[in-house]
Structures are given as structure tokens and as C-alpha cells.
RNA sequence: GGCCCCAUCGUCUAACGGUUAGGACGGCACCCUCUCACGGUGCAGAUCCGGGUUCGAUUCCCGGUGGGGUCACCA
């Protein structure tokens, strides 16, 4: 059976990187009815941020990504865990890394490394200066045992390092296809930490071993680490599992993705509001194509399509431009219930239910982000200020508009009530009215709108006077004229 | 710099040796129209370069060039 996982570090927000790594990992796992995980990598106490479990967990379940292993949160907020594989946080399995570090220390595949971090980067620069690979010098695979015995029971502080082995490590992406390295290029990684914590290559395979994870889908910036992973599989004489190393998620200017040129991270989009299923979509497009000219798909038909084959090589630009188009068109797709519901988190004073349904009915082909409405809405709640140059069309003069806008106001006064049920009905009538009378529409309907919107670019008259009812809107268009 | 990866319109991508190199976003023009938005139509816009292989290369191979990633007791 197919098992995926997808392993964040809780550093207080989830990149978007690591969302189109878990819904990709999650599309693989259930095009072939496997399952997933969710894994926390906390090995880094220096960069653990309280609450970011919780917020990982909530922001995937917002994203629809579902996974049947790992920490949850129960009804009341509190996190737990589910799986038969667990825990699934690291900093809960730290006796087992150590475990499987001295194992590896007993077979001679590791050592004890004293060096300073001092010394290190001293090693670093002569080698840097040296015009060679900055790798460890392996001074301490040297030390005697006898002397290994004795600082350390002396209580020296010590990491266990990697002897990475001689030869060649070649595996096949399922991506990149055939990738090679020569082992003698490879660094002698620090597998435990002197505070006695694994550092990510330790854990990982560990983990993903112990989990069953069948495919292990990452970022790019992890092939060249691959080596040591594969040194540590065959050590443990552990099956590989199968490797796909997705192209980076990058910047205007073709870097990776980073905070300096704009968000990356996941909850910002959605605190902008952008929906989550635009989201995924567009994510979902970054470095894979399901061919064809679809644009727009649901989670289903991404899931039916997926193929880890089929990912590209090369980098994807986050183009925001694109992903506020997809927005607006998930946007419009929404029944204005659905609507209303999604868009009342993003309002700091919320108008009346009926207000509120024919503002959002108006506005909805107007939005491309949730988060816009609420700049809208004076527009509809405010009596607005009328700048008076602004209310002549074209060439038509000002004392026109307002005998125009006089007029209008006495038929919408004195016109059947029933036409304000709908839009059209009000376009209609107001439409019958000017040829009746023989008006030119733009002459009537630009002070019309402008002195219902106080605003050069606005929704139709006939959208307004729907949303503001009879009284409001023959109020401001009296009010425009004096 | 060493190693590794990558390379089709500005951007996301399609074309598993033979297509007028297709679609989408963005841009521009036009239509709809009182404005904005929506919608519709159209236009401009790409195979990095050089060698091979082949009757024929976007596609396969090699070499350049360019870009990126990585070289931590961070992931």
C-alpha cells in the first residue's frame, strides 16, 4: 500500500512549498487508496513556535488535505494523536534516534566528534580558502577509543556523526529519473546533536522506516542530501522508499520562494482571502498539468489525475496575478449564501442579513479577494459625498444633470414599488422612462449613479437602487441636486 | 568555487520525432455598456546557443551558455 507523509517543522506558519508537498502527497495517496501522514519535525528547539502544531493541523484541514495518521485535534482543540505508528512527533522519539545512532556507532558506520563549532568553521574557511569542498576534516574518526571513552564519561559534549561510506549513490527520482553522486563529496553529517536531539536526516529515515512510508515527495533543496540517506537505509539494511524531489516554488526573480519578496506564507492567503480551494487549484498547477485546458479543477479530479511521473523539472514563479484570477473565478462560482458565510469573518461591522445578501449579490463578480468587501461597504451604509463637477456626463453641463436627476427622483418616487424586487425589473422601468421622455441614457444614468455611489467607477445604477431600496436612493439623488 | 538539478510566450504550462508549436494568467484592441466589474471576440508574444543522430527535431545524444539548489550540532 501506497504511504505518504508530510513532515513540517512548527515554526509558526506553513510555507506554501510545504502545502503543495502535502497535496501532492495527499493526491498520490489517494489516487491509489494509501494513506498519509502527518508528521511534526520539532528537532530544532530553537525554532519551535508554540501554537504551530495546532495551526499546521487546522490549515490542512481548511486546505481539504486529509490524512490518516498523526497529531489531531479533538473536539475540544486539543491535540492528539491517531496511527499505529506513532508518535508522530519527533521530539517524542528522541530515544528512538539515539537508539538507532549508537547502533550505527556499534557497526563503525558512525563516530563521536568532539570539535568545536569553533574549529569548524576554522576547517570551513581553509578549505573555502582552499578552493575545496567544505566538508568535516574527520579529525575525531581518528581519536582512540580509549580516549572517546574518557572524554565522554568525563561529560564532554559530543554529536555522532555519519561515516559516510566510499563509492558512488545513485538512485531513481521519480521525478529527475537516474541521479548520481560520488560519496566521497558527501559530508560526514551529524546524525545526533549534543543536546541529543537527531538532526533531520537521522529522523527522517528513521521515521519513515518505522512509519512505512512508501514515498517520501520533498522539495528540491533536499536531492543533494539525498546520499546520506540512502547510506543510512542500506546501514540499516532498510528497503528505499521511492524518492521525488518536486521543483521549488520561486520568487519573480527566479529564487527560491523566500519571505523577503512577498508572502509565503499559507495563512496569509487565507487571512487575505484568497479561498482555500483557489489555493490548492493553483498550487496544485505549480510544477504539474493534468494536460489539457482545464484551468479548474476540484479535489477529485486533481486526485483522478495525479501522476508523480508527470511533475516537471523545472522551477514554477508563484505568479499572485494568476492566483487572484482563479480566486475571483472560485469566487463567482459560490452560491451567495456560501458567499455570505465565507465573507462575514471578514468584516469588522457586518450590515443587516438582507443589506448584506444584495451588497454581496452585487458585489461578488467585483471581488477577487474576500478581504476587498469590507472597503466596499460605506458605499452601501454611508450617504455619500457628492463632488458636483463629478455629476456632469461627458459635455452635458451640471444644471442639466441636476433637472435630469430632479426628474428621476420624482418617477422613482412615484413609480410602482414592485420594481424594486430585482434588478432588471428597475433597469426596465428606468430604461422605459428615458425613451419615453426621449433622454439620452448616459445623461440620466451617469449623475444617476454617481449620485447614488458618489463614485466615478461604481456597480449600475440599477444595482444600487436595488441595494439601497426606494426610500435611501431617491434621498441621495434629491440629496445630489441640492 | 565544488557537487547536483533544470531550461517552450513576461508567468503557469500542452505538444510521449512529423502540429500554422495549443491553452491559461497578464498586456493590447474591439464588442456589451452611463462608469467599474463580469462576459464575448480578436491581436501581439516562446522552443537559450552550437554540434550531432534522423528523411525529419521543442522532443533523443554531446558540448556550451544561463538559471537554480546545496555545501550547519536548521529543516
Not at 452560491?335 to 458585489?363: G, N, W, Y
Not at 467585483?366 to 458636483?388: F, K, N
Not at 449613479?449 to 463614485?455: H, K, M, Y
Not at 426606494?470 to 434621498?475: C, D, F
Request: charged fraction near 25%.
Amino acid at each position: 500500500m501506497i504511504k505518504t507523509r508530510i513532515a513540517p517543522s512548527p515554526t509558526g506558519f506553513m510555507h506554501v512549498g510545504t502545502l503543495r508537498t502535502a497535496l501532492y502527497d495527499y493526491l498520490l495517496a489517494k489516487k491509489h487508496g494509501g494513506n498519509m501522514i502527518l508528521r511534526i519535525e520539532d528537532t530544532d528547539q530553537k525554532r519551535f513556535v508554540e501554537g504551530s502544531m495546532e495551526q499546521l493541523i487546522r490549515v490542512l484541514a481548511t486546505c481539504g488535505i486529509a490524512y490518516e495518521e498523526g497529531p489531531v485535534l479533538d473536539q475540544d482543540g486539543n491535540l492528539t494523536q491517531q496511527g499505529a505508528h506513532g508518535p508522530y512527533i519527533q521530539s517524542q522519539r528522541t530515544e528512538l534516534y539515539r537508539t538507532r545512532a549508537k547502533q550505527l556507532l556499534e557497526k563503525g558506520n558512525a563516530y563521536y566528534c568532539f570539535c568545536s563549532p569553533d574549529r569548524l568553521e576554522e576547517v570551513r574557511k581553509r578549505q573555502t580558502a582552499m578552493k575545496q569542498p567544505t566538508k568535516y576534516d574527520r579529525t575525531c574518526l581518528l581519536l582512540p577509543k580509549e580516549d572517546v571513552e574518557r572524554r565522554l564519561s568525563e561529560g564532554e559534549k559530543a554529536v555522532i556523526r555519519l561515516k559516510m561510506p566510499d563509492g558512488i549513490s545513485i538512485f531513481d527520482d521519480a521525478i529527475r529519473g537516474s541521479v548520481t553522486f560520488n560519496n566521497a563529496e558527501i559530508d560526514d553529517q551529524v546524525l545526533l546533536k549534543s543536546d541529543g536531539f537527531p538532526t533531520y536526516h537521522l529522523a527522517v529515515v528513521v521515521d519513515d522506516h518505522l512509519m512505512e512510508v512508501t514515498h517520501v515527495i520533498r522539495g528540491e533543496e533536499w536531492l543533494s542530501s539525498t546520499p546520506k540517506h540512502i547510506a543510512l537505509y542500506k546501514m540499516f539494511g532498510w528497503e528505499m522508499p521511492v524518492f521525488a524531489h518536486l521543483p521549488l516554488i520561486l520568487n519573480k526573480d527566479r529564487s527560491k520562494l523566500s519571505k523577503r519578496q512577498g508572502d509565503v506564507a499559507v495563512e496569509n492567503y487565507l487571512n487575505k482571502g484568497f479561498l482555500p480551494e483557489a489555493l490548492v487549484n493553483f498550487v496544485a498547477l505549480l510544477g504539474w498539468n493534468p494536460r489539457g485546458d482545464q484551468e479548474i479543477y476540484t479535489m477529485q479530479e486533481l486526485i483522478d489525475a495525479f501522476d508523480l511521473s508527470k511533475v516537471n523539472k523545472g522551477g514554477a514563479v508563484f505568479d499572485l496575478e494568476k492566483l487572484t484570477w482563479m480566486n475571483g473565478e472560485y469566487i463567482r462560482a459560490l452560491s451567495i449564501d456560501d458567499l455570505i458565510a465565507r465573507l462575514k469573518p471578514f468584516l469588522t461591522d457586518t450590515p443587516k442579513d438582507e443589506l448584506l445578501r444584495r451588497i454581496v449579490t452585487v458585489e461578488k463578480e467585483r471581488l477577487t479577494v474576500l478581504a476587498e468587501l469590507q472597503g466596499r461597504l460605506p458605499m452601501y451604509t454611508q450617504t455619500p459625498a457628492i463632488d458636483p463637477t463629478m455629476l456632469a456626463w461627458k459635455k452635458s453641463t451640471l444644471e442639466d444633470a441636476k433637472v435630469q436627476l430632479s426628474a428621476v427622483a420624482d418617477f422613482l418616487m412615484n413609480c410602482d414599488e414592485q420594481i424594486f424586487s430585482s434588478i432588471e425589473n428597475i433597469e426596465k422601468s428606468v430604461k422605459e422612462y428615458i425613451t419615453e421622455k426621449s433622454l439620452q441614457t448616459g445623461a440620466v444614468l451617469w449623475p444617476l449613479r454617481v449620485a447614488l455611489s458618489g463614485a466615478a467607477q461604481s456597480p449600475s445604477p440599477f444595482e444600487l437602487l436595488w441595494v439601497l431600496g426606494r426610500e435611501e436612493g431617491v434621498k441621495r439623488v434629491q440629496g445630489a441636486v441640492h
